[in-house]
């Protein structure tokens, strides 16, 4: 049986969480990356400094404050882990959370000084990774992110790596880490081990999950120009593109802008009970009701199939809301069919950049959440009258 001792297995960990770091951010460099991918990528960057922080502090006793400084930059990248995934799921990222625990971590242990470093607050460190890991497997099963197969092995993988955490953190407090049941379930030897199956696992199941991400963003471009063509409607990456434009000048000139998002109801369920051409119907439909009904100084764009996108102006002659009622009311009353088997219906959101910020993803994600409430209060409206 061949044994490691503490600082060869600090620099195999080290080692593996470099070179699996690197990898995923040589990928996202290689491609087109997006807000998600980029917390993901500043998170391996912090991990690739804890892994060196932790090198520095195990090469000698005088280095004690490398520990502080690489428990800091872990508990940091594990929170933007969750992060992304609350991006990539259309959340806010809660960012200054992430931040708030990485540097409460640093602090607490700098505090401790060397002599009462190791046992006053390295549980401090194995909670916070335990908590945003479990964060994150949540986040990773769930929304957008559960369709995707990686996303689903990576929320049991870090469901898994929560609970040693944990684990490790209560038995660290109740039993100490100088007894037997610690160091064999986890010691250095055991967690080091850990770290880098976890560190290789997770970077190949993340690499795919971003991967597949913008696959299927390109597909849904690509099948705005083959299967359903509304002339005037822009694609999501020229949209924002353009939205960014305007944003731009809107805080140069300190003027507020006004986004609206149309959602097609239930596009899914409307595809599987009368076919993809009826769910065709309803795009076409919902995407001319709202180029007829968008003010003149707007811009218009389609975010995926069932999602619709408009920019402009707070309007003088009516209101963002009467104009969305004007959209709603009209697809309604469309034809989709010779059958007339079944309508489009639509939830819609508002939000604006005096409340929101100019950032058009801050932007989007509001009006976005603004569609969702819309959603639940009128399905909750429907259930009543239902009862």
Known sequence: MILFDVPTLY???????????????????????????RLWSVGYFCIIFAAF??????????????????????????????????????????LLIVVLAGAFVAIARIMSGPDGLLHSSLASTYLGAGVFLALAGIEFGSRDLRKLTAARFLSVALTFASAFYVARSVTFVVLGPDTPAYVVLFGPATSSLLEIVATIVGTLALSSIQSDRLRIGDQIDAEFGQRVVIDGMLPPLTFREVAESWLMRAIRERKT?????????????VNIAFGRGAGDAAIRATGR???????????????????????????????????????????????LDA?????????????????????????????????????????????????
Do not use: C
């Open 11 to 37: 620099v195999v960990s080290t080692i593996a969480t470099i070179s699996a770091g690197a990898m995923f951010l040589l990928e996202t460099l290689l491609r087109r990356n997006d807000s998600a991918g």
């Open 53 to 94: 922080a932790s090198l520095i502090a195990t090469s000698s006793p005088e280095n004690w404050w490398a520990f502080a400084v690489g428990n800091g930059f872990y508990v940091t990248g594990t929170g933007l882990l969750w992060a992304g995934a609350r991006v990539a799921n259309r959340k806010r990222s809660l």
């Open 257 to 269: 802008l006004v986004m609206l998002v149309i959602e097609i109801s239930e596009l899914e369920e």
């Open 289 to 335: 009701v709202t180029l007829m009904h968008a003010p003149t100084a707007s811009v218009i764009g389609r975010l995926t199939s069932p999602r619709f996108v408009m920019l402009m102006e707070p309007p003088t002659t009516e209101s963002v809301e009467a104009i969305a009622d004007n959209i709603r009311d009209a697809v309604l009353a469309t034809q």
């Open 339 to 387: 059958q007339n088997r079944f309508q489009a219906s639509i939830f819609h959101g508002i939000a604006t950049t005096r409340e929101s910020g100019a950032r058009y993803d801050d932007l989007l994600r509001a009006a976005s959440d603004a569609v969702r409430l819309n959603a639940v209060e009128a399905r909750a409206r429907a259930d009543e009258h239902t009862i």
